[in-house]
């Protein structure tokens, strides 16, 4: 197997391995917060948007781990992975990779229906946003089964896992779409009508107006600073594209490539979900210091000497 093949998919691998064990404690501590605690309703939907955007990142990046072993296993042993399960991996991957960035746009839907329609109580309904991904995920399917019934997804011998090959010009072309260009335009869209909005509101601003725009407008900056950044981790994926469709040509490291940085903007999303998620940072930080405090009131009880 070619070295630097080897020393991206190893990368990889503990990048995705770390990355899942990170996001199963998120995913743990935000259930058991919002089993065990009264929350308000929008605090309530914002873990809900937290549980589906960790959800899609464990599922997702737990397929791109798959597809690295699959790659050092096959180079060093020389197994076949061509079964069944294979075309079905390759078929999830691309349905998982939309569903997570229609989770996004979840997120700039519920600061769209509190800025410019918050009388309108039933698009902040906490049923509506616990309904939504499953939609999302339902609809991404559909979107996705086009490349399953042309039979797009093919074993990648060089690689030993199935995907849609850069030769099947079509069917890149519609993931790019999906995946990128769909829910970058929704989104798109959304801070448009937002921002005209809010520039209208300011011809007449008064304090309580401004009191209640305020922590939307952190939000909102938060979310395009997160996304911002999942989009700009998905450009080598583009260069690569160009240089295809320039050179006719493949590179041999194009999908090890991919699947590096992949695993780094899924890895950057988890920090920066906690980071720019008061609510979330909060619960954590929490949790973290409780653990510690028993952790030092264990040891402190099993310091104590016993008498005889």
């Known amino acids: 197997m070619n070295q630097v093949a080897f020393i991206l998919c190893f990368m990889t691998f503990i990048i995705c391995s770390f990355t899942c064990l990170f996001s199963c404690i998120i995913l743990i501590c935000v259930i058991h917060h919002l089993y065990h605690n009264r929350l308000q309703q929008e605090d309530r939907i914002t873990f809900i948007h ?12 737990g397929i791109i781990a798959s597809f690295n072993i699959q790659t050092v ?24 990779a939309c569903s997570l960035f229609w989770a996004f746009v ?3 839907f519920f600061r769209l229906c509190r800025v410019v329609y918050p009388t309108v109580r039933r698009l902040q309904s906490y049923q509506l946003y616990i309904i939504l991904p499953f939609i999302e995920l339902i ?5 996705m089964s086009l490349i399953l019934f042309l039979h797009s997804i093919i074993y990648l011998p060089t690689d030993y896992y199935c995907f849609v090959p850069f030769t099947n010009v079509y069917s890149m072309f519609w993931l790019v779409l999906n995946n990128y260009g ?10 448009i009508r937002i921002t005209i909005f809010l520039r209208r509101q300011t011809n007449t601003p008064t304090l309580i107006v401004k009191q209640r725009q305020h922590p939307d407008l952190l939000v909102i900056r938060r979310i395009l600073i997160t996304v911002g950044f999942v989009i700009s981790l998905g450009i080598p ?9 320039i050179t006719n040509e493949q590179y041999p490291l194009t999908f090890p490539f991919l699947c590096f940085f992949i695993s780094i903007s ?13 609510q979330l940072k909060k619960t954590v930080v929490k949790i973290v210091q409780q653990n510690r405090v028993t952790f030092l009131n264990d040891s402190f009880i099993a310091s104590i000497p016993t008498r005889q």
């Open 50 to 61: 937290c549980i589906n955007i960790y959800s899609l990142v464990l599922a997702y990046i």
């Open 73 to 96: 296993l096959g180079n060093l042993y020389e197994y076949d992975f061509n079964t069944s399960w294979c075309v079905v991996l390759g078929y999830l991957a691309p349905t998982l």
């Open 106 to 108: 979840n997120q700039a």
């Open 139 to 143: 609809f991404s399917c559909i979107l």
């Open 182 to 191: 769909s829910p970058v335009g929704v989104l798109l869209f959304i801070y």
């Open 237 to 245: 994926a583009m260069i690569f594209l160009v240089m295809f469709f």
């Open 266 to 278: 899924m890895l950057g999303l988890c920090l920066l979900t906690i980071i720019f998620t008061p």
